[in-house]
């Protein structure tokens, strides 16, 4: 079936007594069992039974299903935020003394939870440009891990080659972990580039409405984890098999131990945003492609970045990777930080916030704000400019959002 139907058609884990059509929240921190042995069986895994609600929920666990049917995917571990979701499966895949190969071009607390918090644990991190594979393999060594970058990078829309940089990955016995929020898995397949484990903030398309904080960790159960120098996962390879050794590790050990499991208020929010996720993320990036095409013409701003557009210089690669639509955000840049804000304080329609892919269109000034805590120098090396304003289309009319444009540069 195609990905609409897939995910209208995932069927209950048990048939609900009243037949409801849309999956009940499951408001409970417990749940009875019939004998001593059916609850033995649920809380030691010999069951498909949830023991506790920090470990599983009914709610929690249906939204998984629906996106492990809809991506094809072994397994799907459903998180409180994206961030919760990158942070759990780094920490499934990395052990003291081993080194992260990951993108400089990451999002802010993407790159403090590696170089930062990881590090503080004894977990090495080693930054590259991922669209230069030549720089990344020559981090690559017996230590390390994982290499973890993100599909169109944010704010500064750099792409870089999937599938080289996954044949890079997997010729050195490592996998490819890829944050892909700004793509969804309805339009962008990462199991067919080579990506073994996919990070998705579910916030964002999913969610489709800022109404809930969530992340998706997908795993594709493709890697043979036997070749992780992480003895953790070795281990567990001879007890799970060569494939499953991660998916264990995140569910049996790590969403019990760490609580972070999405709460089933959010899930059930989510299975929702989930109905209409395509077609949103289709209107908002035809949206999004014209807009862009339409501040070009516009004199006071000095560049507009989209790989959607046939002049950008990742457009042939993008198209490739992600089809004519690649994501509903774009960035401007103006003449200097003031003018930046300025353009910000005069917006009447576009709200002043942070977020992308809500209903709304949203604009912010990254350098001051999800990278304000950088230096100079770190920015400049990061790629993020002062003169930047990114904007995420919403589902407003684009004709209006670029009457909002012009005259906040008025």
């Known amino acids: 079936m195609n990905y609409?139907?897939?995910?209208?058609?995932?069927?209950?884990?048990?048939?609900?007594?009243?037949?409801?059509?849309?999956?009940?929240?499951?408001?409970?921190?417990?749940?009875?069992?019939?004998?001593?042995?059916a609850m033995s069986d649920a809380f030691c895994g010999r069951s498909m039974a949830p023991s506790y609600a920090r470990i599983a929920n009914p709610t929690t666990t249906y939204l998984e299903e629906r996106v492990r049917q809809a991506t094809e995917a072994v397994s799907v571990t459903a998180l409180n935020t994206g961030m919760a979701a990158i942070a759990t499966a780094l920490t499934a895949v990395a052990a003291q003394g081993l080194?992260?190969?990951?993108?400089?071009?990451?999002?802010?607390?993407?790159?403090?939870?590696?170089?930062?918090?990881?590090?503080?644990?004894?977990?090495?991190?080693?930054?590259?440009?991922?669209?230069?594979?030549?720089?990344?393999?020559?981090?690559?060594?017996?230590?390390?891990?994982?290499?973890?970058?993100?599909?169109?990078?944010?704010?500064?829309?750099?792409?870089?080659?999937?599938?080289?940089l996954a044949d890079i990955a997997h010729q050195h016995g490592v996998p490819l972990m890829a944050d892909t929020t700004i793509v969804p898995f309805s339009a962008f397949h990462a199991r067919e580039w080579g990506v073994d484990i996919e990070l998705v903030s579910s916030t964002k398309y999913i969610s489709g409405g800022g109404t809930g904080l969530g992340g998706l960790v997908i795993d594709y159960g493709q890697f043979d984890w036997?070749?992780?120098?992480?003895?953790?996962?070795?281990?567990?390879?001879?007890?799970?098999?060569?494939?499953?050794?991660?998916?264990?590790?995140?569910?049996?050990?790590?969403?019990?131990?760490?609580?972070?499991?999405?709460?089933?208020?959010?899930?059930?929010?989510?299975?929702?945003?989930l109905d209409t996720l395509d077609i949103r993320f289709r209107r908002q990036s035809e949206s999004t492609l014209w807009l862009a095409q339409q501040c070009k013409e516009i004199t006071d701003i000095k560049r507009v970045n989209y790989t959607g557009l046939d002049d950008n210089p990742f457009h042939e690669l993008s198209l490739r990777q992600f089809g004519p639509l690649p994501g509903a955000v774009?960035?401007?840049?103006?003449?200097?930080?003031?003018?930046?804000?300025?353009?910000?304080?005069?917006?009447?329609?576009?709200?002043?916030?942070?977020?992308?892919?809500?209903?709304?269109?949203?604009?912010?000034?990254?350098?001051?704000?999800?990278?304000?805590?950088?230096?100079?120098?770190?920015?400049?090396?990061?790629?993020?400019?002062?003169?930047?304003?990114?904007?995420?289309?919403?589902?407003?009319?684009?004709?209006?959002?670029?009457?909002?444009?012009?005259?906040?540069?008025?």
């Open 330 to 410: 774009f960035t401007i840049d103006l003449a200097s930080r003031e003018q930046a804000f300025d353009f910000i304080d005069r917006l009447q329609v576009i709200r002043r916030a942070t977020n992308l892919f809500d209903r709304k269109t949203l604009a912010i000034h990254p350098a001051s704000t999800i990278f304000g805590l950088f230096t100079k120098e770190q920015l400049d090396d990061m790629g993020v400019h002062d003169t930047t304003v990114r904007i995420s289309l919403g589902l407003e009319n684009p004709e209006d959002i670029l009457k909002d444009i012009r005259q906040a540069l008025a």
């Open 226 to 273: 036997s070749r992780s120098p992480n003895p953790l996962l070795a281990a567990k390879t001879k007890r799970v098999g060569k494939k499953m050794a991660f998916t264990a590790r995140v569910k049996t050990e790590l969403v019990t131990n760490l609580g972070a499991l999405m709460t089933p208020q959010v899930a059930y929010m989510e299975t929702l945003g």
């Open 99 to 164: 080194n992260i190969v990951a993108s400089k071009h990451l999002f802010g607390n993407s790159v403090s939870l590696i170089r930062d918090t990881l590090g503080t644990l004894g977990i090495e991190s080693r930054f590259a440009d991922f669209t230069d594979p030549g720089q990344v393999e020559q981090l690559i060594d017996g230590n390390t891990c994982a290499l973890f970058f993100e599909i169109i990078t944010n704010p500064q829309l750099l792409v870089a080659d999937i599938r080289q």
């Open 4 to 37: 609409e139907t897939k995910i209208l058609t995932t069927k209950y884990q048990k048939p609900d007594a009243y037949g409801a059509l849309s999956m009940p929240v499951y408001l409970t921190a417990a749940f009875e069992f019939p004998s001593a042995k």
